[in-house]
């Protein structure tokens, strides 16, 4: 990392985020700085919001106010979605093409973030001990199949962020170390993690957040001043 | 964007992709029709581009939940939103890839069905060439319908139901172009170049309003 000029280095930041379904809060005023090489944590028990806090941070979510950006070396700002890998619950591939296809086809249609270059489909799926099953179609997979070729969709594509919800649902123990290792060294090539979990994740320094989950807003329709 | 192009289509026409239904669907359609009508030649000869574009429509529109459905289902949608090209763009097109796997082949195979209706040979171009400038609409139009119902559990004959009554225009101004062409009263030019008007109005206010949709559907 090379950015030791008078300026910050790259990183991102948002604030003022909060969401709230009907009259449930379910955060307010979520703010945060990461700059390269960082990582957070987001925990919390089940519907406490970690999930949809991810969702806001990309601008996925309707109705949340607030703003993420990314700020690059030469501080231009862009939305964090531009920047951002985001592995869902949800493994974003199609059952019906193989695993090379999919890989393939989010490496095209992703494309490269400035600053580096992605790996190919074989080697993203090497990283991930699957060379194997790369000419199986996607349905055939395990569960803990499926999640690793998800995760080698943040490899064929650079991305300096990702965003990671439960990223090691369905895995088994060495699999867990595979991506801990590949989530360290994304964070030593200067990139940035967040990640939404209950489980360990192997990342060391990286900050916790806590949430807590909904709270009423206003007990009392008429009293909405109050609040 | 070639590469989405590509991906669909590659899809649709893979096992389980389903545009072998609706080709099937538009089969059944026509072939039923000589059985409900009877052996009358000139009155299936009088009616058949109407029915020929009735079947379009219908196996269109059965499709056409399709369009977003798969991409919500897996997350995918939640990638595409995240581009950095507008949403409508991305859109058209899933459009353009869907019109080609489930609507060009019922076009291209609407002659053969033509004839099964005792339907002239200047009515068969016609209906082929008035299809193949209308039909487009329909899918433009059902972009819109699919993304309002994207996030509905089972949303699947909603569709239809929403973008019928805006797809009445194009058939109208269809089967009035196709029955012009061999008219000796009518021009066929006007109703032609209206539904030509239609498919060039959807193609821009469906995909836009389906972006709008997909956006504000969220969760």
């Not at chain 1, 957070?40 to 089940?46: E, K, L, P, S």
């Not at chain 2, 109407?50 to 379009?56: L, Q, S």
């Not at chain 2, 005792?118 to 319908?145: C, E, H, K, Q, Y």
């Not at chain 2, 699919?146 to 089972?154: C, D, H, K, Y």
């Amino acid at each position: 990392m090379s950015g030791e000029g008078e300026q910050m280095a790259l990183r991102i930041e948002a604030a003022g985020f909060s969401v709230s379904r009907g009259d449930m809060l379910i955060f307010s005023n979520l703010s945060l700085t990461l700059v390269a090489g960082q990582s957070m944590v987001f925990t919390g028990a089940n519907g406490a919001g970690k999930s949809t806090a991810l969702r806001a941070l990309l601008g996925l979510v309707g109705k949340s106010d607030g703003h993420a950006r990314f700020i690059g070396d030469d501080e231009t700002a862009l939305p964090l979605a531009f920047a951002a890998h985001y592995l869902a619950h949800r493994n974003a591939m199609k059952p019906e093409l193989t695993a090379r296809e999919n890989l393939g086809f989010w490496k095209r249609i992703l494309g490269d973030f400035e600053g580096d270059v992605g790996l190919s489909p074989e080697e993203a799926a090497g990283a991930v001990g699957l060379e194997g099953v790369l000419d199986l179609p996607f349905a055939y997979l395990s569960a803990g199949q499926k999640r690793r070729i998800a995760f080698a969709r943040l490899l064929v594509a650079w991305r300096p962020v990702w965003l990671l919800d439960e990223p090691t649902a369905a895995l088994d123990r060495a699999a867990k170390q595979t991506l801990a290792c590949l989530m360290t060294g994304h964070l030593a090539k200067g990139g940035i993690i967040i990640a939404a979990t209950h489980e360990p994740l192997g990342l060391d320094a990286a900050e916790v957040m806590e949430f807590t989950g909904p709270t009423h807003r206003v007990a009392d329709p008429f009293m909405a001043e109050v609040f | 964007m070639g590469a989405l192009y590509r991906r669909d289509v590659i899809l649709a026409l893979r096992a389980g992709g389903g545009a072998l239904v609706g080709l099937l669907f538009f089969l059944c359609v026509v072939a039923t029709v000589p059985f409900g009508v009877g052996p009358d030649l000139a009155l299936l000869a009088r009616i058949g581009p109407a029915i020929v574009w009735i079947a379009v429509l219908l196996s269109t529109l059965i499709g056409l939940d399709r369009l977003f459905r798969a991409e919500w289902d897996d997350g995918s949608l939640d990638l595409l939103k995240m581009r950095d090209e507008p949403l409508v763009l991305i859109v058209l097109v899933k459009c353009l890839a869907h019109w080609t796997a489930y609507v060009l082949p019922l076009v291209v195979l609407s002659p053969v069905m033509g004839l099964l209706m005792n339907v002239g040979p200047a009515s068969l171009g016609a209906a082929f060439i008035t299809l193949l400038a209308g039909s487009p609409a329909i899918t433009f139009i059902g972009a819109a319908g699919a993304a309002i119902a994207v996030s509905l559990p089972r949303g699947g004959l909603l569709v239809p139901i929403l973008i019928l009554p805006l797809a009445i225009p194009v058939l109208i101004f269809g089967v009035g172009a196709s029955y012009a062409a061999t008219s000796e009263i009518e021009a066929f030019l006007p109703p032609f170049l209206i539904l030509v008007a239609l498919t060039l109005f959807f193609a821009v206010v469906g995909p836009l309003a389906a972006s709008l949709a997909l956006r504000q559907g969220d969760d």
